[in-house]
């Protein structure tokens, strides 16, 4: 049975999320012109992540550096590099992708900068940025001034309610090992090309498609966007070994039914329909995954109870 194993699925999302996450632009001209200043930061220190979705609550610390287009994350004894098309970890299993191209992603025009005030953290003179979405908050950012660093950020869903927080612990606008593992890093790259994305749709739910890839395992890799928030989608024939998910809830969303997981970065599904598998990863507020979820295929009538029943009886 194929397996499109989390390792394998998290190493390909995070090649698009934070490429992309890199040149986005999102709303008004304000926060265009902050996130352009965000890109180019550099930057070292620790960051904390925190998420909540569905009771469960998921947090973790990670120490990360951005020079230009470059970031690293270090954290669980590997480190992850993002830049120059180019994705790859260090660690035990060090492995490592390079995109063929990506695209330019049109910013949605769907959210407002609502406000840009002054305010002191870390010892440091920021402006936070409040983001709304039809007279609602739906994010918080906070800016450096000195450097243009994005030192932290809030999610709210639709109900006003606080989804995602990170924020940086420490701060050094000097990042040293960034440097240092490029100049020592040897690693070999599967060239990840550009496919055809089938029968997905080019709009999701105010999500654009921007690239597709041929992914992992014979997979279909598809890349969404709004410009502030995104997600990747991957499509398997067949149905996939349960892996991570074996052991995942589910939520309804209009009658069907999908195992979800919970990072403190973002969020995983996984379901089955019309033969096909697909996972799920974005950073999109739960509001917005439940609209995505209504105009992506449904998953098959009576699959989670099948796959119980495999389990159970064989």
Same mark, same amino acid.
């Given at each position: 049975? $194929? /397996?499109?194993?989390?390792?394998?699925?998290?190493?390909?999302?995070?090649?698009?999320?934070?490429?992309?996450?890199?040149?986005?632009?999102?709303?008004?001209?304000?926060? *265009?012109?902050?996130?352009?200043?965000?890109?180019?930061?550099?930057?070292?220190?620790?960051?904390?992540?925190?998420? /909540?979705?569905?009771?469960? %609550?998921?947090?973790?610390?990670?120490?990360?550096?951005?020079?230009?287009?470059?970031?690293?994350?270090?954290?669980?004894?590997?480190?992850?590099?993002?830049?120059?098309? $180019?994705?790859?970890?260090?660690?035990?299993?060090?492995?490592? =992708?390079?995109?063929?191209?990506?695209?330019?992603?049109?910013?949605?025009?769907?959210?407002?900068?609502?406000?840009?005030?002054?305010?002191?953290?870390?010892? /440091?003179?920021?402006?936070?940025?409040?983001? *709304?979405?039809?007279?609602?908050?739906?994010?918080?950012?906070?800016?450096?001034?000195?450097?243009?660093?994005?030192?932290?950020? *809030?999610?709210?869903?639709?109900?006003?309610?606080?989804?995602? =927080?990170?924020?940086?612990?420490?701060?050094?606008?000097?990042?040293? $090992?960034?440097? %240092?593992?490029?100049?020592?890093?040897?690693?070999?790259?599967?060239?990840? &090309?550009?496919?055809?994305?089938?029968?997905?749709?080019?709009?999701?739910?105010?999500?654009?498609? &921007?690239?597709?890839?041929?992914?992992?395992?014979?997979?279909?890799?598809?890349?969404?966007?709004?410009?502030?928030?995104?997600?990747?989608?991957?499509?398997?024939?067949?149905?996939?070994?349960?892996?991570?998910?074996?052991?995942? *809830?589910?939520?309804?969303?209009?009658?069907?039914?999908?195992?979800?997981?919970?990072?403190? %970065?973002?969020?995983?599904?996984?379901?089955?329909?019309?033969?096909? %598998?697909?996972? =799920?990863?974005?950073? =999109?507020?739960?509001?917005?995954?439940?609209?995505?979820?209504?105009?992506?295929?449904?998953?098959?009538?009576?699959?989670?109870?099948? /796959?119980?029943?495999?389990?159970?009886?064989?």
């Amino acid at each position: 049975m $194929k /397996r499109l194993t989390i390792r394998s699925a998290l190493l390909f999302s995070l090649s698009g999320l934070l490429l992309a996450g890199m040149t986005t632009a999102a709303g008004a001209i304000e926060l *265009e012109d902050y996130l352009a200043d965000a890109e180019g930061a550099s930057y070292a220190g620790r960051q904390a992540t925190w998420c /909540r979705y569905g009771g469960q %609550t998921q947090f973790n610390v990670v120490s990360i550096e951005h020079a230009g287009s470059l970031l690293m994350v270090e954290g669980g004894g590997s480190s992850q590099m993002v830049g120059g098309g $180019k994705y790859s970890v260090v660690g035990e299993a060090s492995s490592g =992708l390079a995109l063929s191209g990506w695209s330019t992603i049109t910013p949605a025009d769907r959210y407002v900068t609502a406000s840009a005030n002054s305010e002191t953290r870390l010892g /440091r003179e920021i402006v936070v940025v409040t983001v *709304e979405e039809d007279a609602a908050l739906r994010a918080r950012i906070w800016f450096d001034n000195e450097t243009g660093a994005a030192l932290g950020s *809030e999610v709210y869903d639709g109900n006003g309610e606080l989804f995602r =927080l990170s924020w940086m612990l420490d701060f050094d606008p000097n990042p040293r $090992k960034i440097f %240092t593992m490029m100049r020592e890093q040897d690693s070999t790259y599967d060239v990840v &090309v550009a496919a055809d994305a089938g029968d997905l749709p080019d709009v999701v739910a105010g999500y654009l498609r &921007v690239d597709s890839y041929a992914g992992p395992d014979d997979s279909l890799h598809a890349f969404y966007t709004d410009g502030l928030f995104s997600f990747s989608i991957f499509l398997v024939d067949g149905d996939l070994a349960a892996g991570p998910f074996g052991d995942a *809830e589910t939520m309804r969303v209009d009658g069907s039914d999908y195992r979800w997981l919970l990072t403190p %970065t973002d969020m995983w599904l996984q379901w089955v329909g019309g033969g096909t %598998t697909y996972v =799920l990863v974005g950073d =999109l507020p739960p509001d917005h995954l439940e609209d995505v979820l209504r105009e992506l295929p449904r998953p098959s009538p009576g699959n989670i109870f099948a /796959r119980i029943w495999r389990g159970l009886f064989g």
